[in-house]
C-alpha cells in the first residue's frame, strides 16, 4: 500500500465537509440553473426569429388573412388582431425586430463604451475628466426621455434605433470598465506587465481589460433587458418603426383598445415575448458574473 | 565584482502633493551607486520611501526632481518606446506575488511574455527557454500550464523571479522578495536569489526591512528614513559599527538568537515621524535620545566614518565642534565581543 494514499484521502474529506465547500457547491449548482434556463429562452428566441425569415404559418404583413379579432385557435394558434392578421406570424416576426435591435446595440454599446473606458480608467487626468464628463451630459436625460428625443429628431427606422439604444447604453458600459480598470492601474501585475515590455495600451487592453470585464459582461445582460424594454416602448409609443411593423411594443399599442372589449390576445402575447426575453437576459447576467471570476475557472 | 556601475541614484526626489498644498516627500534627495554583480540592501521601516525608491528608479513612477542613469544611461528623458526596452536591463521581483501575476496567465504566458516582447523570441525558442526558466528556478515543467492559483506562494515568488531573470537583465531590483513568503520557504527563495545571482552575474537593488535577511543577502547596507539615507556602508560595518542612532536602534530591534551577546540598547521614542513638509532639521529629532540643539537647526549630510561608510549624524560622529563629548559617551556596539 502506498503510505500517501491515507492522507490524500483525509484531505480530501476534510475539504469536502468544510462549510465553505458545500457553499460553493451549492452556489455553482443554482447558477448554472439561471444560466440553463436563460441560455434555453433565448435559444427558442433566437431559433423562431431565425425560422421566421424563411418561415411563418401566414404573411405577417398581410391583412385579412382571417377574421378580426379571431380568438386563439385551432386556425390561428394566437388569434388575430383587428385587420385579420395572424398573430403567430407577427410575433415570430417581431423577434426579428425585438431581439436583432436589442443584440446589436448591446455589442455596439459594449464594445466603444468599454474601450473609452479602459482608456478612461487607465490614462486618467484629462482624458478621463473628458470622457466623464461627456457622458454624464447624455446620463443627465431618463433612457426613454433621451430616446424619444433623438428618434424624434432623426427619424425612425431600425438603424436609427440601434443607433440610440447603443448610445443610451456607453456611459454605464464606459462607468464600469473605468472603475474596475483604475482600481488595477497600480496592481503590481500592471506594473510587471509593462517590465516585461508592454507597451501601456497593451497593459491596459492585454492586461487589465481581461480582469476587467467580468462585472462589464455581467452587466451587458442588464442592459439587454433595458435596452428590449425601450425598443418596444418606442414602438408602443408609435416612435420607433412604422406602425404595420411587426414589433412587439408595437403590437400592444395595436391591441391595446381591444383588451377594454375582452380581445385580450392581441396585447397579451407581445407582451409575454417581451416578458420572457428580459427574464431570460436577467437569467444570463446573474450566471455570467460568475462565469468571469477566474477563480472559479477549471 | 567590478567598479563597473550598473545604477547611479543622484539626488533623487519624489514629492507627492497633497490636498491644502502640503507635499509629501517620499524620496527626498537620495544617492546610490550599485556595481555589477553587487547587493546593495536599501533598510527602513514601513513608510521610509523604501518602495517608492524602487519605482522612481525603474520609472513606474516619475521621480520629481535628480537623474537615474541605469547601464550609464539616464533613464529621466526615456520616451515610452526607450523606456520598454530599458526593462531589458533592469527587473524587479515584486514583494507580494499574489498581486504581481496576472491570474489570467498561466506560468507558461507569464515567461513567454518577456520572451516574446523583449527578445522577439520565435515560439518554440521561447518554450525551450521557458522550459528552462521554471527549471532553473526550482520548478517542473508540468508547471508551466499552472494558474496562479494553483500555486504555493513560493512557487509564485519562484515564477515571478523567473519572469524577472528571463530577458536576462544585470540588475535586478528585490522589492521585499521573502516578505509575504512562510518563514519555511523563505530560506529557499533567498538561496535561489543568490546562486542565481552567481551564476548570471545579477546586480542585486534589495529593499527589505528584515535585518537578519539582509545580513544575509548583501555586500553594502543603506539605512532609510524618512525619505533620507542616514547610513550607508559595507554590511559588516553596518551591523557591526553602526553610526546613526536610527540604524543603531534598528538593529537594536531585531531579535538576536544568540545567548551572552551583549547588546546595544539605544531605543528611539515614539512612532516614525511624519514625511509631510519635513522641516529643515534631522528627521530623528524628538525621538533620538543623543539629540543636540544643533539638530534642529539643518538637514546633516552625510559624513564619512570610514573607508566607504558613511553616516548623516554629526553628534555620533563627534564632528559637532561644540558636542564632541557626547560621541564618547556612546556605549560600543558588541556583536564582536561574542
Given at each position: 500500500?502506498k503510505?500517501?494514499?491515507?492522507?490524500?484521502?483525509?484531505?480530501?474529506?476534510?475539504?469536502?465537509?468544510?462549510?465553505?465547500?458545500?457553499?460553493?457547491?451549492?452556489?455553482?449548482?443554482?447558477l448554472s440553473?439561471?444560466m440553463?434556463?436563460?441560455?434555453?429562452?433565448?435559444?427558442?428566441?433566437?431559433?423562431?426569429?431565425?425560422?421566421?425569415?424563411?418561415?411563418?404559418?401566414?404573411?405577417?404583413?398581410?391583412?385579412?388573412?382571417?377574421?378580426?379579432?379571431?380568438?386563439p385557435?385551432?386556425?390561428?394558434?394566437?388569434?388575430?388582431?383587428?385587420?385579420?392578421?395572424?398573430?403567430?406570424?407577427?410575433?415570430?416576426?417581431?423577434?426579428?425586430?425585438?431581439l436583432?435591435?436589442?443584440?446589436?446595440?448591446?455589442?455596439?454599446?459594449?464594445?466603444?463604451?468599454?474601450?473609452?473606458?479602459?482608456?478612461?480608467?487607465?490614462?486618467?487626468?484629462?482624458?478621463?475628466?473628458?470622457?466623464?464628463?461627456?457622458?454624464?451630459?447624455?446620463?443627465?436625460?431618463?433612457?426613454?426621455l433621451?430616446?424619444?428625443?433623438?428618434?424624434?429628431?432623426?427619424?425612425?427606422?431600425?438603424?436609427?434605433?440601434?443607433?440610440?439604444?447603443?448610445?443610451?447604453?456607453?456611459?454605464?458600459?464606459?462607468?464600469?470598465?473605468?472603475?474596475?480598470?483604475?482600481?488595477?492601474?497600480?496592481?503590481?501585475?500592471?506594473?510587471?506587465?509593462?517590465?516585461?515590455?508592454?507597451?501601456?495600451?497593451?497593459?491596459?487592453?492585454?492586461?487589465?481589460?481581461?480582469?476587467?470585464?467580468?462585472?462589464?459582461?455581467?452587466?451587458?445582460?442588464?442592459?439587454?433587458?433595458?435596452?428590449?424594454?425601450?425598443?418596444a416602448?418606442?414602438?408602443?409609443?408609435?416612435?420607433?418603426?412604422?406602425?404595420?411593423?411587426?414589433?412587439?411594443?408595437?403590437?400592444?399599442?395595436?391591441?391595446?383598445?381591444?383588451?377594454?372589449?375582452?380581445?385580450?390576445?392581441?396585447?397579451?402575447?407581445?407582451?409575454?415575448?417581451?416578458?420572457?426575453?428580459?427574464?431570460?437576459?436577467?437569467?444570463?447576467?446573474?450566471?455570467?458574473s460568475?462565469?468571469?471570476?477566474?477563480?472559479?475557472?477549471? | 565584482?567590478?567598479?563597473?556601475?550598473?545604477?547611479?541614484?543622484?539626488?533623487?526626489?519624489?514629492?507627492?502633493?497633497?490636498?491644502?498644498?502640503r507635499?509629501?516627500?517620499?524620496?527626498?534627495?537620495?544617492?546610490?551607486?550599485?556595481?555589477?554583480?553587487?547587493?546593495?540592501?536599501?533598510?527602513?521601516?514601513?513608510?521610509?520611501?523604501?518602495?517608492?525608491?524602487?519605482?522612481?528608479?525603474?520609472?513606474?513612477?516619475?521621480?520629481?526632481?535628480?537623474?537615474?542613469?541605469?547601464?550609464?544611461?539616464?533613464?529621466?528623458?526615456?520616451?515610452?518606446?526607450?523606456l520598454?526596452?530599458?526593462?531589458?536591463?533592469?527587473?524587479m521581483?515584486?514583494?507580494?506575488?499574489?498581486?504581481?501575476l496576472?491570474?489570467?496567465?498561466?506560468?507558461?504566458?507569464?515567461?513567454?511574455?518577456?520572451?516574446?516582447?523583449?527578445?522577439?523570441?520565435?515560439r518554440?525558442?521561447?518554450?525551450?527557454?521557458?522550459?528552462?526558466?521554471?527549471?532553473?528556478?526550482?520548478?517542473?515543467?508540468?508547471?508551466?500550464?499552472?494558474?496562479?492559483?494553483?500555486?504555493?506562494?513560493?512557487?509564485?515568488?519562484?515564477?515571478?523571479?523567473?519572469?524577472?531573470?528571463?530577458?536576462?537583465?544585470?540588475?535586478?531590483?528585490?522589492?521585499?522578495?521573502?516578505?509575504?513568503?512562510?518563514?519555511?520557504?523563505?530560506?529557499?527563495?533567498?538561496?535561489?536569489?543568490?546562486?542565481?545571482?552567481?551564476?548570471?552575474?545579477?546586480?542585486?537593488?534589495?529593499?527589505?526591512?528584515?535585518?537578519p535577511?539582509?545580513?544575509?543577502?548583501?555586500?553594502?547596507?543603506?539605512?532609510?528614513?524618512?525619505?533620507?539615507?542616514?547610513?550607508?556602508?559595507?554590511?559588516?560595518?553596518?551591523?557591526?559599527?553602526?553610526?546613526?542612532?536610527?540604524?543603531?536602534?534598528?538593529?537594536?530591534?531585531?531579535?538576536i538568537?544568540?545567548?551572552?551577546?551583549?547588546?546595544?540598547?539605544?531605543?528611539?521614542?515614539?512612532?516614525?515621524?511624519?514625511?509631510?513638509?519635513?522641516?529643515?532639521?534631522?528627521?530623528?529629532?524628538?525621538?533620538?535620545?543623543?539629540?543636540?540643539?544643533?539638530?534642529?537647526?539643518?538637514?546633516?549630510?552625510?559624513?564619512?566614518?570610514?573607508?566607504?561608510?558613511?553616516?548623516?549624524?554629526?553628534?555620533?560622529?563627534?564632528?559637532?565642534?561644540?558636542l564632541?563629548?557626547?560621541?564618547?559617551?556612546?556605549?560600543?556596539?558588541?556583536?564582536?565581543?561574542?
Open positions: 500500500m503510505p500517501l494514499a491515507p492522507l490524500e484521502g483525509l484531505e480530501l474529506a476534510e475539504a469536502a465537509s468544510a462549510p465553505g465547500a458545500t457553499i460553493r457547491t451549492r452556489r455553482r449548482l443554482r440553473w439561471s440553463r434556463i436563460g441560455l434555453g429562452i433565448l435559444g427558442v428566441y433566437v431559433t423562431v426569429a431565425m425560422l421566421s425569415v424563411f418561415w411563418t404559418p401566414y404573411d405577417p404583413l398581410a391583412p385579412g388573412v382571417g377574421d378580426s379579432f379571431l380568438p385557435g385551432q386556425d390561428f394558434w394566437l388569434g388575430t388582431d383587428r385587420l385579420g392578421s395572424d398573430l403567430l406570424s407577427r410575433l415570430m416576426t417581431g423577434a426579428q425586430y425585438d436583432g435591435i436589442t443584440l446589436v446595440a448591446v455589442a455596439v454599446a459594449l464594445t466603444l463604451g468599454t474601450i473609452l473606458g479602459v482608456i478612461a480608467g487607465y490614462y486618467g487626468g484629462v482624458v478621463d475628466v473628458v470622457l466623464l464628463r461627456g457622458v454624464e451630459m447624455f446620463q443627465a436625460f431618463p433612457g426613454l433621451f430616446a424619444m428625443l433623438i428618434v424624434k429628431a432623426v427619424g425612425p427606422g431600425v438603424l436609427n434605433i440601434i443607433v440610440v439604444m447603443s448610445f443610451i447604453g456607453i456611459p454605464d458600459y464606459l462607468r464600469l470598465a473605468r472603475a474596475e480598470v483604475q482600481a488595477r492601474r497600480n496592481w503590481p501585475y500592471a506594473e510587471a506587465a509593462r517590465m516585461v515590455g508592454n507597451r501601456a495600451w497593451q497593459v491596459a487592453f492585454l492586461h487589465l481589460l481581461p480582469n476587467s470585464i467580468g462585472p462589464v459582461l455581467a452587466f451587458t445582460s442588464i442592459n439587454a433587458a433595458f435596452v428590449a424594454l425601450i425598443t416602448s418606442l414602438g408602443f409609443l408609435g416612435l420607433g418603426l412604422s406602425p404595420n411593423t411587426p414589433e412587439w411594443g408595437n403590437m400592444i399599442a395595436r391591441g391595446q383598445d381591444a383588451v377594454m372589449t375582452g380581445e385580450w390576445w392581441i396585447s397579451f402575447f407581445p407582451g409575454l415575448a417581451i416578458l420572457g426575453m428580459t427574464g431570460a437576459f436577467y437569467l444570463l447576467g446573474d450566471a455570467i460568475d462565469l468571469t471570476d477566474p477563480r472559479r475557472r477549471r | 565584482m567590478s567598479d563597473y556601475a550598473v545604477l547611479q541614484v543622484d539626488k533623487l526626489r519624489k514629492i507627492f502633493p497633497l490636498a491644502g498644498g507635499r509629501l516627500h517620499a524620496v527626498d534627495g537620495i544617492d546610490l551607486t550599485l556595481h555589477a554583480g553587487e547587493t546593495l540592501a536599501l533598510v527602513g521601516e514601513s513608510g521610509s520611501g523604501k518602495s517608492t525608491v524602487a519605482r522612481c528608479v525603474t520609472r513606474l513612477i516619475e521621480p520629481t526632481a535628480g537623474d537615474v542613469r541605469i547601464n550609464g544611461r539616464s533613464i529621466r528623458p526615456l520616451d515610452s518606446v526607450a520598454a526596452s530599458l526593462y531589458r536591463e533592469v527587473q521581483v515584486f514583494q507580494d506575488p499574489n498581486a504581481s496576472n491570474p489570467r496567465l498561466s506560468v507558461r504566458q507569464v515567461l513567454h511574455e518577456p520572451l516574446r516582447l523583449h527578445l522577439a523570441m520565435p518554440d525558442k521561447r518554450e525551450a527557454r521557458a522550459r528552462a526558466l521554471v527549471e532553473l528556478v526550482g520548478l517542473a515543467p508540468a508547471h508551466l500550464d499552472r494558474y496562479p492559483h494553483e500555486l504555493s506562494g513560493g512557487q509564485r515568488q519562484r515564477v515571478g523571479i523567473a519572469r524577472a531573470i528571463a530577458a536576462e537583465p544585470n540588475l535586478v531590483i528585490l522589492d521585499e522578495p521573502t516578505a509575504s513568503l512562510d518563514v519555511s520557504v523563505r530560506g529557499q527563495v533567498l538561496a535561489l536569489l543568490r546562486r542565481l545571482q552567481r551564476e548570471l552575474k545579477l546586480a542585486y537593488f534589495f529593499i527589505s526591512h528584515d535585518l535577511v539582509v545580513r544575509h543577502m548583501a555586500d553594502r547596507v543603506a539605512v532609510m528614513y524618512l525619505g533620507r539615507i542616514v547610513e550607508i556602508g559595507p554590511t559588516a560595518e553596518i551591523f557591526e559599527r553602526p553610526a546613526h542612532p536610527y540604524t543603531r536602534a534598528l538593529i537594536a530591534a531585531a531579535p538568537a544568540q545567548w551572552g551577546v551583549k547588546r546595544d540598547r539605544l531605543r528611539l521614542a515614539g512612532e516614525i515621524g511624519s514625511p509631510v513638509d519635513p522641516p529643515d532639521a534631522c528627521r530623528l529629532v524628538g525621538r533620538c535620545p543623543l539629540e543636540q540643539p544643533s539638530c534642529r537647526t539643518a538637514e546633516p549630510a552625510l559624513l564619512t566614518v570610514a573607508n566607504g561608510h558613511q553616516a548623516a549624524c554629526p553628534i555620533t560622529l563627534g564632528q559637532s565642534a561644540t564632541g563629548q557626547s560621541a564618547l559617551d556612546r556605549p560600543m556596539p558588541s556583536q564582536t565581543a561574542a
